[in-house]
């Protein structure tokens, strides 16, 4: 059975840092790309970031590009998201992803339940 | 801000069909594969449809997907209860090198 365990969330200041682990199981992690998708309270989804499955290809999106840096240690089945330079509007939960393949552009098959990140001074 | 367009309300009585459309542009919809995904309230995504067409094993055939040009669009038919949840659409964007997500429809049942 897939599944997917993030953690790392909390309240943090602005300009402050986090960040994420996703722990994974249920499958071979490293051959799978992963994602980070964030949801603000009451709003839609926001795609945040993915990453390859061997971990060489990365992409981001624009509100969090030089901020925010994905990573993945195919050893110990674990995506990570280092967060810094944090906002008031990236506070939202921030959910983990598999995709389908080892491919960036796939669709996402498996959910983490998310973790809480709260920016407020 | 999403560049992928969806209503942002659907609505059907039980047993009819409901058909949810997502709006796009050439560097998303019109060269990638859309996705659908249904969201209960506070819980994580599920996904619905991939590959445009595609429905994931456990999935009811009542879901199905389509595509033409730069718009895709999610049907619903035989509209349960169950379904009154958001669903949002899904794709790469060639420009911005990343995957966009469509504004969300909440769907009602009557």
């Known amino acids: 059975e897939v599944q997917l365990l993030e953690s790392g969330g909390g309240l943090v200041q602005p300009g402050g840092s986090l960040r994420l682990s996703c722990a994974a199981s249920?499958?071979?992690?490293?051959?799978?790309?992963m994602s980070w998708v964030r949801q603000a309270p009451g709003k839609g989804l926001e795609w945040v970031s993915v990453?390859?499955?061997?971990?060489?290809?990365?992409y981001y999106a624009d509100s969090v590009q030089g901020r925010f840096t994905i990573s993945r240690d195919n050893s110990k089945d674990t995506l990570y998201l280092q967060m810094n330079s944090l906002r008031a509007e990236d506070t939202a939960l921030f959910y983990c992803?598999?995709?389908?393949?080892?491919?960036?552009?796939?669709?996402?098959?498996?959910w983490g339940q998310g973790t809480l990140v709260t920016v407020s001074s | 801000q999403s560049v992928l367009t969806q209503p942002p309300s659907a609505s059907g009585t039980p047993g009819q069909r409901v058909t949810i459309s997502c709006s796009g542009s050439s560097s998303n919809i019109g060269s990638n594969t859309v996705n659908w995904y249904q969201q209960l309230p506070g819980t994580a995504p599920k996904l619905l449809i991939y590959s445009n067409v595609q429905r994931p094993s456990g999935v009811p055939d009542r879901f199905s997907g389509s595509k033409s040009g730069t718009s895709a669009s999610l049907a619903i038919s035989g509209l349960q209860s169950e379904d009154e949840v958001d669903y949002y659409c899904?794709?790469?964007?060639?420009?911005?090198?990343?995957?966009?997500f469509g504004t969300g429809t909440k769907v009602t049942v009557l």
């Open positions: 899904a794709a790469w964007d060639d420009s911005l090198n990343g995957s966009v």
């Open positions: 992803a598999k995709l389908m393949g080892p491919l960036v552009f796939t669709a996402s098959d498996y």
């Open positions: 249920g499958f071979t992690f490293k051959n799978y790309a």
């Open positions: 990453i390859s499955g061997n971990g060489g290809s990365t």
